[in-house]
């Protein structure tokens, strides 16, 4: 069973930028396409980005485009997420998630693509 476990967020304002990671407990999380999605109350989860086992390819939601990139260190198990120009409506659980078919270079942007997710961390975005 992989186990993945998100950090780094908190309460920010409008414009400012956050790093989240998200740490996984087995080495075979390096085979596995890796995506970020987020929830707001009362809304579905949504997809955010995506990245596949070497980073070769990644997607975004056009809401986050050229504001954040997702990377990964396969050697640190670890997939991150860059968001800068932080605005109200980013406000969200976000929740990073493994998953697709090993070693593909194809990215996943649909949740039930995913079978291993993380607990989510808040990230609120102040005006």
């Known amino acids: 069973q992989v186990q993945l476990v998100e950090s780094g967020g908190g309460l920010v304002q409008a414009g400012d930028s956050v790093r989240l990671s998200c740490v996984t407990s087995r080495r075979t999380f390096s085979a596995y396409n890796m995506g970020w999605f987020r929830q707001s109350p009362g809304k579905e989860r949504e997809f955010v980005a995506a990245?596949?086992?070497?980073?070769?390819?990644?997607l975004y939601a056009d809401s986050v485009k050229a504001r954040f990139t997702i990377s990964r260190d396969n050697v640190k198990n670890t997939v991150y997420l860059q968001m800068n120009s932080l605005k109200p409506e980013d406000t969200a659980v976000y929740y990073c998630?493994?998953?697709?078919?090993?070693?593909?270079?194809?990215?996943?942007?649909?949740?039930?693509?995913?079978?291993?997710w993380g607990q989510g961390t808040q990230v609120t975005v102040s005006s």
């Open positions: 990245i596949n086992w070497n980073g070769g390819s990644t």
């Open positions: 998630a493994a998953g697709g078919i090993m070693y593909s270079s194809d990215v996943y942007m649909r949740p039930d693509e995913y079978p291993y």
